[in-house]
């Protein structure tokens, strides 16, 4: 199975408030969510703020800001999985009753031709509603599998995926589901290495931050590490 990392608290209930609560008034400039999806147009019904839109600026801003806040250990999480280079500005959706996106890969370059283009190695998908207050909607991943992942996280909780990876979002039968989504271009654009990287990363961090070394972190990093040297010579032996 591809990449996939949950990071629960991915952004903090300040901050998810603070978003949640300017996406309620009514001068939001939500659009046709189709704008964005270029020959998937047709499987995806939802809305997005304007792409265009000085709100979509500044949640950007504000997201990016949390994401690169090396203080909290989502942030340094996210950076361990990711080691992004280059991140994209914030897509803000919201899908009511009825909308949904069907299967369907995101594309591996954003901003084609232009100073601001990307290779999209890894995609995040941030919660924003509560799920209680929801019904459907559910992130599927690997959805080209029999038994797919699927996620309904916590109001302010992430997942990271492949972006190579087929994925939809099942249709929303009650209620409203926000979310944010964006794409990072990793500085390892090599998928096996990138997970590596991540994994020694966590054994290092662990280390570092644990002085005493209870148990059960000894236990993980024997892990992390036996996974490490398997994957080491699947790759060069």
């Known amino acids: 199975m591809p990449f996939i990392y949950p990071i629960p608290d991915m952004l903090s209930p300040e901050m ?28 995806k019904h939802n809305q997005e703020v304007d792409p265009t839109s000085k709100l979509r600026f500044e949640i950007a801003g504000m997201v990016q800001g949390a ?18 280079v280059k991140m994209s500005p914030t897509l803000i959706s919201r899908t009511g009753v009825g909308g949904g996106y069907d ?10 031709h232009t100073p601001n283009e990307m290779r999209a190695d890894l995609s995040m998908t941030i919660f924003l509603s509560d799920p209680s207050s929801y ?19 916590p109001v302010g909780s992430a997942v990271v995926y492949a972006t190579t990876s087929v994925h939809r979002v099942n249709p929303v039968t009650r209620g409203d589901r926000l979310a944010a989504v964006m794409w990072f271009e990793s500085r ?36 992390k590490l ?12």
């Not at 299967?103 to 084609?112: E, R």
């Open 103 to 112: 299967d369907h890969v995101d594309n591996n370059h954003l901003s084609p």
């Open 67 to 84: 994401l690169t806040d090396m203080v909290r250990k989502q942030a340094l999480q996210l950076q361990y999985l990711a080691d992004p």
């Open 16 to 43: 998810t408030a603070r978003l949640t609560a300017r996406l309620a008034l009514s001068d939001v400039p939500w659009v046709d969510g189709k704008g964005s999806a270029g020959r998937d147009a047709t499987k």
């Open 226 to 237: 036996e996974k490490v040297r398997a994957n080491l010579i699947k790759g060069f032996a």
């Open 135 to 153: 019904d459907g909607g559910e992130l599927v991943i690997d959805s080209d599998m029999a038994f797919a992942p699927s996620f309904k996280m």
């Open 188 to 223: 390892i654009s090599d998928p096996h290495l990138r997970e590596i990287n991540a994994d020694l990363l966590e054994c290092l961090n662990a280390l570092a931050t644990d002085p005493g070394f209870e148990q059960e972190s000894t236990k993980r990093v024997m892990i």
